[in-house]
Nanobody, 115 residues
Framework: QVQLVESGGGLVQAGGSLRLFCVAS????????MGWYRQTPGKQRELVAV???????NYADSVKGRFTISRNNAKNTVYLQMNYLKPEDTAVYYC?????????WGKGTLVTVSS
């Protein structure tokens, strides 16, 4: 079992920045990939960025060059640095962790970008 707690969401103007945090606890030793997903009402949850235990990263095309995912294994924390935010980035952002064949989710943090 893995527990994930996100923080760092809020209201920001277009062009601004936010940094999201995801702290993992529980059976974290065997976590493989961790990532950030986002969801808006009426739409499916979509991948934003993922980072593997080896540090490899992958990003959605819509955020490449603006968002950066990183992890601090000593602090059991994954970060999402979001720069040059756009109104279309408005969503609930969820942290996810893959442990063996299971995916665990946090409860999400709301990011609102005003135009």
């Amino acid at each position: 079992q893995v527990q994930l707690v996100e923080s760092g969401g809020g209201l920001v103007q277009a062009g601004g920045s936010l940094r999201l945090f995801c702290v993992a606890s529980g059976s974290i030793f065997n976590i493989n990939a961790m990532g950030w997903y986002r969801q808006t009402p009426g739409k499916q949850r979509e991948l934003v960025a993922v980072i593997t235990s080896g540090g490899s990263t992958n990003y959605a095309d819509s955020v490449k060059g603006r968002f950066t995912i990183s992890r601090n294994n000593a602090k059991n924390t994954v970060y999402l640095q979001m720069n040059y935010l756009k109104p279309e980035d408005t969503a609930v952002y969820y942290c996810a962790a893959d442990l063996f064949s299971s995916r665990y989710w946090g409860k999400g943090t709301l990011v609102t970008v005003s135009s």
